[in-house]
């Protein structure tokens, strides 16, 4: 009886282990089903394809093409058809490395619940395909696209495909200004900035851009706004369907500033073509007056973090929100925000001679030769000027005031240039209190400037008319 249950016993292992080799064989048997490929398993034009869809884990986006691409679910969505066509640019030869023949188990591969379905339509075919797993092995994704057969991939649709709605919306551009004629301002500035080549204006031959009363602005500085406003980030949109209510909601109804710029771009034949760009910014309502009441109180700290704002280009219908940084760049576009900042910004190599008053005492520097070349003498011994000019050049407004001189004069300068329209500046700094002075060019207040800036300039030039450094 023992020796029958011994027999028993070894029959089951023995058919355990018989078991075990059929399984194993057929495992390697369908291993070797796996082949190398450099087949192209789907080929479809993006122009004849007139619907397309996809699911995800989070969502379905759906669009069909009726003459243009339409989003499903709401036909207003302005759709950006290039990103469609790049999307199913995917598969006009789309191409597998691997082929998985006879598939028994879809699921091994992460093919019976997907990460993505792709469905297309073109014509009176219809397509589905779907994206398993990624084998990190070949670093590819598993694709069914119905035939029977498993395909390992290259080139990931998911890259292509794991998109919001957002990333499909047709957004407005903000072009790169080439030639800018004006730029003009409404709402919280309201003046327009015209291009001028006219140097006569100014005595720098930088000066192109003048406010109304022919006033130069600083050329970096204007081009450094029309930069920023072309930078301005509209990754990010509110509605793209704006209704009146939507408007008032976001204050584009009123919003606080408006920017109208007039300019010209040429093309590679050299052909030139003029347009107007509109764009509007502005704080909700609420958030408007909570701000400015914040701004008003002088030991409030307000951080360009805390500004939701928005912007609206021309009449479109798609309202953007901007970071604080966007909105307060836009702005800030006062004459005082763009004209220049130093108190004398022309170039030091026109001056060809210094009348200084200081300390009660006139002093006379001349000089010989032209531009870059032009050598300074004083009481007929040659000077280096460089501390003096840098020093000029870092007297900068503090802020900008026409407030009337009152406090005793530090120092007073006039620069002969040459320069028909613009032969002499005249610069002269008086005392204003500790920290600052006042600077006055031409017989009228500028700017108050750092103290320690004016006394610069003040040693600077002590150093050569004094001989002597205080």
Known sequence: M???????????????????????????????????????ILSLSADDVTALSWTT????LAF?????????????????????????????????????ENVEDYGQYGLEDPVCTIDLTAGDQS??????????????????????????????????FDVELSDLILDDEIPTFD???????????????????????????????????GEPLDTS?????????SGVDLSTYVTYNATADELEEYGMNDPELTVTVDYSTTDDEDEETSDTFVVSVARAP??????????????????????????????????????????????????????HQQIFWGDFADVNQLDITLEGESHTITSSGDGDDRVYSYNDSEVDLTDVTTALENLTADSFTDEAATGQEEIGLTLHLDNEDFPTVTIRITRYDGELCLAEVDGSSVALVSRSDAMDLVEAVQAIVLGQST
């Open 2 to 40: 023992k020796r029958y249950k011994r027999i028993v016993i070894l029959l089951a292992v023995l058919a355990v282990a018989c078991g075990a080799t059929f399984a194993v064989s057929r495992y390697e048997e369908y291993k070797e089903e796996i082949q190398n490929s450099d087949a192209v």
């Open 57 to 60: 884990e989070d969502e379905t």
């Open 64 to 100: 069909h093409k009726d003459g243009t691409w339409l989003y499903d679910s709401d036909e207003a969505f302005p759709v950006d058809e290039d990103k469609i066509t790049e999307m199913l640019d995917l598969f006009s030869e789309f191409g597998a490395s691997f082929l998985i």
């Open 127 to 160: 397509y589905e395909i779907k994206l398993g797993d990624f084998s990190q092995m070949d670093e590819e994704r598993y694709v069914d696209i119905g035939d029977g057969n498993v395909y390992l991939v290259s080139t990931d649709p998911m890259d292509t």
């Open 179 to 213: 030639q800018v004629s004006h730029i003009t301002f409404a709402g919280s500035e309201n003046y327009t900035v015209t291009y001028s080549e006219d140097s006569g204006k100014s005595y720098s031959s930088d000066d192109v851009y003048y406010n109304p009363e």
């Open 221 to 229: 500085l204007v081009e450094n706004y029309l930069s920023s406003l």
């Open 286 to 339: 609420d958030d408007r007056a909570t701000l400015e009441t914040a701004e008003e109180d002088e030991d409030s700290d307000t951080d360009t973090s805390d500004i939701t704002a928005y912007l609206r280009v021309g009449e479109s219908q798609i309202i953007y929100q901007i970071s604080g940084d966007d909105f307060t760049a836009m702005m800030d576009a006062g004459y005082d925000t763009l004209r």
